[in-house]
């Protein structure tokens, strides 16, 4: 099923090439098909909002991920291409590029040990039970990304 697109954007659900800069490639050291919440405090994030869902971290992101996911995650390996940039444009959201036509890889990398990858890249990685006592986050201060949410327990 599409993703839904404002108006004008709808092209995003068409068949592109997706690319991630460094500072957000955190959020893709996960199984493909994990579904996760990742949080991190902006400008304007309120202290309350950081203490309810990041408390004391020093972490630069928190991830949440469900502990049905723990051994995926602790046992998968994935794969991090380098692409070349020239034909990638610039969604500004969360560091996403999308290039439009087909890219051939310069380089590809086999990533394993994801838990400790995380820890690398100053991530908190949270294991709950559950992802639902996260839905009001995205009514919240902070940025919340959800990917794969709809493989999520109910």
Not at 108 to 118: A, C, H, K
């Amino acid at each position: 099923m599409p993703s839904e697109r404002s108006p004008g954007m709808e092209w995003l659900n068409g068949p592109l090439v997706w690319a991630i800069d460094e500072w957000h490639q955190a959020m893709y050291l996960f199984p493909r098909d994990c579904p996760r919440v990742l949080l991190w405090p902006k400008e304007e994030s309120t202290q309350e909002d950081v203490d309810r869902y990041l408390g004391p971290s020093a972490a630069r992101i928190v991830a949440y991920i469900e502990s049905s996911w723990a051994d995926t995650l602790e046992n998968t390996s994935i794969y991090r291409y380098q692409l070349p940039t020239t034909t990638f444009e610039d969604l500004e959201d969360a560091g996403m590029f999308v290039s439009r036509v087909a890219v051939t890889p310069m380089a590809t990398t086999r990533v394993e040990g994801l838990p400790e990858r995380l820890a690398s890249e100053n991530v908190e990685l949270r294991v709950v039970e559950s992802l639902m006592p996260l839905r009001d986050v995205w009514n919240s201060t902070l940025h919340a990304s959800g990917i794969r949410l709809r493989n999520a327990k109910n």
